[in-house]
């Protein structure tokens, strides 16, 4: 069989992406899935995969250890419904719940081109699009900031793992979470800034959560260069990990 150069030009720019939709998931749960597929994606077991998700209220340190940011006694995280957990991500502290859009790409920065920088800027640049779609003007952290910001509040952070060019950990975007959690840490380490989310700053009519996770996942892939995605529901995804 005889392909036109054109046609074998165009298959070798098809990048696929393989979007896992999760719902809501223990944070511990999803460490452990992002530690097995990060090592299943090193031994190309698997193609370059996106979680998509929430988490239950959860708080997240970064492997620089900067438990002075959080201003909540530990023993008191019970009584306001949250955990806390230790990462080795970077970034400072952060805040994980229900109504955030997170994404963790399970990806191989050598397959698409990227540095670490590179990489973070393209999620950036995946969350500053999103917000754009509701008309609200967001733009990159500036020195000495990390995530995604709308004047001088944060909509989005950023904290994420590299190990031998295969990513982990992610973004996350604020739809309507319950702000109220910020107020018990230093977000990412930044004194004196507030958080924000996407139903403060628009004057639009948000649809259901579910569309706004799927616009960031097309924001995403196409931030990316991913022109094929293969879907996975949360039941796929379950038998598909009973099977192996």
Same mark, same amino acid.
């Given at each position: 069989?005889?392909?036109?150069?054109?046609?074998?030009?165009?298959?070798?720019?098809?990048?696929?992406?393989?979007?896992?939709?999760?719902?809501?998931?223990?944070?511990?749960?999803?460490?452990?899935?992002?530690?097995?597929?990060?090592? @299943?994606?090193?031994?190309?077991?698997?193609?370059?995969?996106?979680?998509?998700?929430?988490?239950?209220?959860?708080?997240?340190?970064?492997?620089?250890?900067?438990?002075?940011?959080?201003?909540?006694?530990?023993? @008191?995280?019970?009584?306001?419904?949250?955990?806390?957990?230790?990462?080795?991500?970077?970034?400072?502290?952060?805040?994980?719940?229900?109504?955030?859009?997170?994404?963790?790409?399970?990806?191989?920065?050598? @397959?698409?081109?990227?540095?670490?920088?590179?990489?973070?800027?393209?999620?950036?640049?995946?969350?500053?699009?999103?917000?754009?779609?509701?008309?609200?003007?967001?733009?990159?952290?500036?020195?000495?900031?990390?995530?995604?910001?709308?004047?001088?509040?944060?909509?989005?952070?950023?904290?994420?793992?590299?190990?031998?060019?295969?990513?982990?950990?992610?973004?996350?975007?604020?739809?309507?979470?319950?702000?109220?959690?910020?107020?018990?840490?230093?977000?990412?380490?930044?004194?004196?800034?507030?958080?924000?989310?996407?139903?403060?700053?628009? @004057?639009?009519?948000?649809?259901?959560?579910?569309?706004?996770?799927?616009?960031?996942?097309?924001?995403?892939?196409?931030?990316?260069?991913?022109?094929?995605?293969?879907?996975?529901?949360?039941?796929?995804?379950?038998?598909?990990?009973?099977?192996?």
């Amino acid at each position: 069989m005889r392909f036109s150069w054109d046609l074998i030009c165009r298959m070798k720019v098809l990048r696929s992406l393989e979007v896992w939709k999760m719902g809501s998931i223990n944070y511990l749960n999803a460490l452990k899935l992002q530690e097995k597929l990060v090592s @299943d994606r090193k031994t190309h077991k698997i193609p370059d995969t996106l979680l998509s998700l929430q988490h239950p209220p959860t708080y997240t340190l970064g492997k620089r250890r900067t438990d002075h940011n959080l201003l909540i006694p530990e023993p @008191d995280l019970q009584k306001i419904g949250a955990e806390l957990h230790y990462t080795q991500r970077g970034g400072d502290i952060t805040f994980h719940g229900p109504h955030q859009a997170i994404l963790y790409p399970i990806i191989s920065l050598r @397959d698409v081109g990227l540095g670490a920088r590179n990489y973070v800027e393209k999620l950036e640049l995946t969350m500053i699009e999103l917000a754009s779609l509701y008309g609200v003007r967001a733009r990159a952290g500036q020195t000495g900031e990390t995530g995604v910001w709308v004047g001088e509040r944060k909509i989005g952070a950023i904290g994420v793992r590299i190990s031998y060019g295969i990513t982990s950990h992610g973004l996350a975007f604020n739809i309507d979470p319950d702000l109220n959690y910020f107020k018990h840490i230093v977000p990412c380490g930044i004194a004196n800034k507030e958080v924000t989310s996407l139903r403060k700053e628009t @004057d639009s009519v948000l649809p259901a959560e579910e569309v706004i996770h799927e616009q960031l996942i097309s924001c995403f892939a196409r931030v990316l260069g991913y022109s094929n995605l293969i879907w996975k529901e949360n039941g796929s995804i379950l038998s598909d990990s009973v099977e192996n």
